[in-house]
């Protein structure tokens, strides 16, 4: 990498530091690593180096990306498949290219089926009695995948490897994206809704996927039928989906990522009062999962990150010694 050795890394803990300091004798890089979120006072952790990474948990603002821009900053990679916390319009604004990192699907696949095995099987009704020694069977009998359908929205590399997985419990698996790449019946959002048992979101977070799922889009859906996400919280819009999990008219939700997540997840809220009336009212609900977007999270898919994050610092160190 020249001269410019360095990559700066904002958000990094303790597995993910090791891992740094792993790779940067076989890359040739010089780690400078830092457990705080990337914000405009600590910016100027990265003068004299080109490169920066990222984790996902924070937003990163407009005042920290000029920062790191003055600072003679011109790529940062995030550590995550999206790149929805990052303004990426302006980081370019001010010459900053933004690059995102592939990971092993399997870590998102294997949690999702997890979800939906759960959720079809009252997993956190029964899990909860049983810490109370009530070891009744519940009076609501659990559901085998082989006689539901699932709909999988987005099949991109994890939504890819979820069908892949559902084949081997033997039911009808339909799926729905614009660029269909995968053994399953592609059919229209609105049919795949109305069609399925289960529906699991793997759609990126877009303009166009905001609220993908709203109150009218769950009206389509069938009575009873359960939502699972472990994409990003947004896809939902969660007042819709309350009313429709308080109204009866969805089974059920497993959600690993949630609308207003921020500043709540990853931290420990044991003491603290949580200002988000959805996410109490959700947690109440014995029909619903919740888990704090943990489902990346692997030992090989954080090998993946840290490993591709330092790869993209690389290539782009290349593309600018070399035109």
Known sequence: MSRATG???????????????????????????TDAA??????????????????????????????????????????????????????????ISVGNVAYSPDSVADYTLMLMLMAVRNAKATVRRSD???????????????????GVVGTGRIGTAVVERLRGFGGRTLACDRRPGTAADYVSLDELLRRSDI??????????????????????????????????????????????LESGRLGGAALDVLEGEEGIFYTDCR????????????????????TPHTAYH???????MVENSVRNCMEHERRTLHG
């Open 7 to 33: 990559i700066t890394v904002y958000g990094c803990g303790r597995e993910e530091a090791a891992l740094f300091r792993e790779l940067a004798p076989r890359f040739g890089i010089t780690p400078t690593l």
């Open 298 to 304: 692997t030992d090989h898919a954080l090998s993946d």
């Open 132 to 150: 109370r020694h009530d070891y009744r069977l519940n009076e609501v009998r659990g559901r085998e995948l082989r006689d539901l359908t699932t």
């Open 199 to 244: 529906v699991t979101l793997h759609a990126p977070l877009t303009a166009d996927t905001h609220h993908l799922i709203d109150s009218r889009r769950i009206e389509q859906m069938k009575h009873g039928a359960f939502l699972v996400n472990t994409g990003r919280g947004s896809l939902i819009d969660t007042e819709a989906l309350v009313s429709a």
């Open 38 to 95: 990337l914000s405009e006072a600590n910016a100027e952790l990265a003068s004299g180096n080109r490169c920066v990474s990222v984790d996902h948990k924070t937003r990163i603002t407009g005042p920290a990306l000029l920062a790191l821009s003055r600072a003679g900053v011109t790529y940062l990679s995030t550590r995550s498949i999206g790149c929805n916390h990052i303004d990426v319009e302006y980081a370019e604004s001010v010459g």
């Open 271 to 290: 003491n603290t009062r949580i200002g988000s009336k959805a996410l109490l009212r959700l947690q109440e609900m014995p029909n619903v999962l919740i």
